[in-house]
């Protein structure tokens, strides 16, 4: 698997088979339109604990956390993925989204077990379901990704 931290699935595809042993996070892009409603999806996909806030910082906060989930090896699934936070009104909402993801995926590559004792490094990835909207914006914020077959 290349090292990029975003991939593109296509659509109908079982993510399971590409990550057999990874804990798969589904989030249903059609359920999460905003990002109130995103927010509640991968709370709901991550089993994130009650203090989550709904907003980015804590987001952040958990997602460079992680602990909870006894799997080493993560990844986001975002399932109808055009539909993905398609009703937010600026973009750059979304884009703050994927720096987020990008950035924290990359702080779990380079993370030092040996500086947080009984901290469990993790592997993290963003997998979409195959949609033109994302890789447009993908590439348009110049995040590199790569696509599944």
Same mark, same amino acid.
């Given at each position: 698997m290349k090292s990029t931290?975003? *991939?593109? %699935?296509?659509?109908?595809?079982?993510?399971?088979?590409a990550f057999d042993g990874w804990y798969i996070a589904r989030v249903d892009g059609s359920q999460a339109t905003t990002l109130k409603a995103f927010?509640?999806?991968?709370? *709901?996909? %991550?089993?994130?604990?009650?203090?989550?806030?709904q907003n980015l910082d804590s987001l952040d906060e958990l997602l460079n956390d992680l602990q909870w989930i006894e799997e080493q090896k993560i990844v986001i699934f975002i399932d109808h993925s055009s539909d993905w936070l398609s009703k937010e009104k600026s973009e750059d909402r979304i884009s703050l989204m994927l720096d987020l993801f990008e950035a924290t995926a990359e702080d779990w590559k380079w993370l030092d077990e040996d500086e947080e004792e009984g901290f469990s490094k993790k592997e993290l990835r963003i997998l979409f379901e195959d949609s033109s909207r994302i890789r447009q914006i993908l590439e348009e914020q110049e995040i590199p990704f790569s696509?599944?077959?």
């Amino acid at each position: 698997m290349k090292s990029t931290h975003f *991939l593109f %699935l296509p659509a109908g595809t079982d993510p399971s088979q590409a990550f057999d042993g990874w804990y798969i996070a589904r989030v249903d892009g059609s359920q999460a339109t905003t990002l109130k409603a995103f927010y509640e999806q991968i709370a *709901l996909a %991550l089993d994130f604990p009650d203090y989550f806030g709904q907003n980015l910082d804590s987001l952040d906060e958990l997602l460079n956390d992680l602990q909870w989930i006894e799997e080493q090896k993560i990844v986001i699934f975002i399932d109808h993925s055009s539909d993905w936070l398609s009703k937010e009104k600026s973009e750059d909402r979304i884009s703050l989204m994927l720096d987020l993801f990008e950035a924290t995926a990359e702080d779990w590559k380079w993370l030092d077990e040996d500086e947080e004792e009984g901290f469990s490094k993790k592997e993290l990835r963003i997998l979409f379901e195959d949609s033109s909207r994302i890789r447009q914006i993908l590439e348009e914020q110049e995040i590199p990704f790569s696509v599944l077959s």
